[in-house]
């Protein structure tokens, strides 16, 4: 005869086992490794682990989840016992996490599973053939042509004849992308036509004659054009997360750091001053303190980082969501969350229109290590972003400082590139390029048509203002600075006090929270594209120093 308590058990038993063929379903040992690490066979109490069971694994709504079920879910958190997981999914879904459920089962971290080989460290591109035309086309001799497709747009064509090796290489841009191609010039009895070789690229190409570029700093312009995406800064924000904080405003109005987090910033980069700061600055004021005195910085691999540190970012008085931290973090696309403590970081809690993924690091204590601790990785990202290396090790564990530098640099840069992938960003790219792209075969055109002493076209250009590149401006070369340059931060735009002495009280309601109806400009900007006023200021990924 069964009881009741072994009713209980049993349906706990059938809940965890149905947890393990879920996609999203949470269990204690899903994300943080509960079960290879601390807790063993330590009890928790029924009703509370049940309650978060049913909280978690509830179907998504369309809804977003009221105050009182998120203060809820806090209270439920915090109860339970034992090593909790570093990061919880969100209740609507949207993120995925790594380590997978599959992937934890009990190995020692001095075991032979523990940690990998840091050659395997491998930092993705953005754009691998960005600099084709750079390596082998500005140092040879070469054409480039263009043209207006009626349905694939603006085109440029670049063709180079690589005599050494007896081939020809092209590469056709397009708005959607850049086709390159390598031809044996053996395949041709005569070298083929520009309209030939475009469609041997892209058949879809229907134009029946291309126009020769002839003006003289065309290569400035298409280089230029080509490696819009390319830059060797990154900027990541680092969100200091205490045991027990599970909110935005709780985590962004930390302002002391332990000697711990001191420890961990530490490993990252160096803590430099700001002010005459003279390398990469992602964004920071370093002329009149406005964002701070300090921050953390460090080159890696030819590449330049600057992290926005929520604690070394300016804290204001009276305004619970801190936009003067969030500008910055909030307008990041990756963030690295240091936990203090057993809390678990929600995939969703910061809310902005740009962070897609966070890695999460906690440090673990333990006796049988030679140094007693122990750091724990963990990520999360949006569903919509690819997955990227290194790949976490299994257990997800680093004792080495080293490696854990290694590995975290660049997961951080592989995840802000592979993020541009995601739909969001997808579309905001194809909108640049398809800007540029026109403005760039517009402008060669037109140049073009002035070198070959066409009068009316160069009264015209003249009459419009139009310059030498030299000069800076006008064209595409204006359109390619709006692109990638840095924005400005605004403080009016966004409701943050340029005194301190302002409240967040004071301000209206609508730019607390960062939301504006206004429409942005109508240059091609990297963010002209979203209405949040705490987004029209971000610093693009392609930042100048």
Known sequence: MCTHSDTKATEREKRNDMSFSRKRSFTFGAYGGVDRFACGDEMRPDSAEDNLMDTVDSPASDSKPSLSSSSNLRSQVLTLGGELPLILTSELGGYWIDPQLERLVDVSPTSSHYGIDPGCYDIMERDAEAKV????????????????????????????????????????????????????????????????????????????????????????????????????NFKFGILYQKDGQLTEEDILSNNDESEEFKEFLSLLGETIQLQGFTRFRGGLDVCHGQTGSEAVFTSFHGREIMFHVAT???????????????????????????????????????????????????????????????????????????????????????????????????????????????????????????????????????????MMGDPSLSSLACSEGVRVVSEGSGGFIENFKRAIRVRSHSFDTLGVPRKSGVTASQRPRAEKDGESDKSPGPQPSLTDSYGPAELKDQTSPQEET
Not at 158 to 177: G, H
Not at 199 to 217: A, G, I, P, Q, W
């Open 312 to 450: 070394k970012l300016p804290f204001t008085d009276g305004d619970p969501q801190q936009l003067q931290r969030k500008r910055h973090i909030g307008n990041d696309i990756v963030a690295l969350v240091y936990q203090e403590g057993q809390t678990p970081f929600l995939s969703d809690v910061i809310k902005s229109h740009f962070l897609h993924c966070f890695l999460v690091v906690r440090r673990i204590h333990r006796a049988e290590e030679s140094d007693g601790a122990a750091y724990q990785v963990c990520v999360t990202a949006r569903e919509d972003v690819p997955p990227f290396g290194p790949v976490i090790p299994d257990p997800p564990l680093f004792t080495d400082r080293s490696l854990l530098r290694g590995f975290l640099l660049t997961k951080l840069i592989n995840a802000e590139i592979s993020c541009y992938k995601a739909e969001r960003f997808s579309r905001l790219e194809l909108r640049t390029r398809s800007s540029l792209l026109e403005s760039l075969q517009a402008e060669l055109s037109t140049r073009s048509q002035c």
């Open 133 to 232: 035309y750079r390596d082998f086309f500005c140092s040879r001799y070469h054409h480039s042509f263009t043209a207006v497709d009626v349905s694939l747009g603006p085109l440029v064509l670049s063709v180079c004849l690589e005599e050494e090796e007896n081939r020809l290489r092209v590469i056709l841009r397009m708005k959607e992308c850049s086709l390159h191609g390598v031809f044996s010039s053996s395949l041709f009895p005569n070298i083929p036509s520009a309209v030939e070789l475009a469609k041997m690229l892209c058949d879809r190409v229907t134009v029946s004659k291309f126009e020769v570029v002839s003006y003289l700093k065309a290569p400035e312009l298409i280089t230029a054009f080509d490696e819009h995406r390319v830059s060797p």
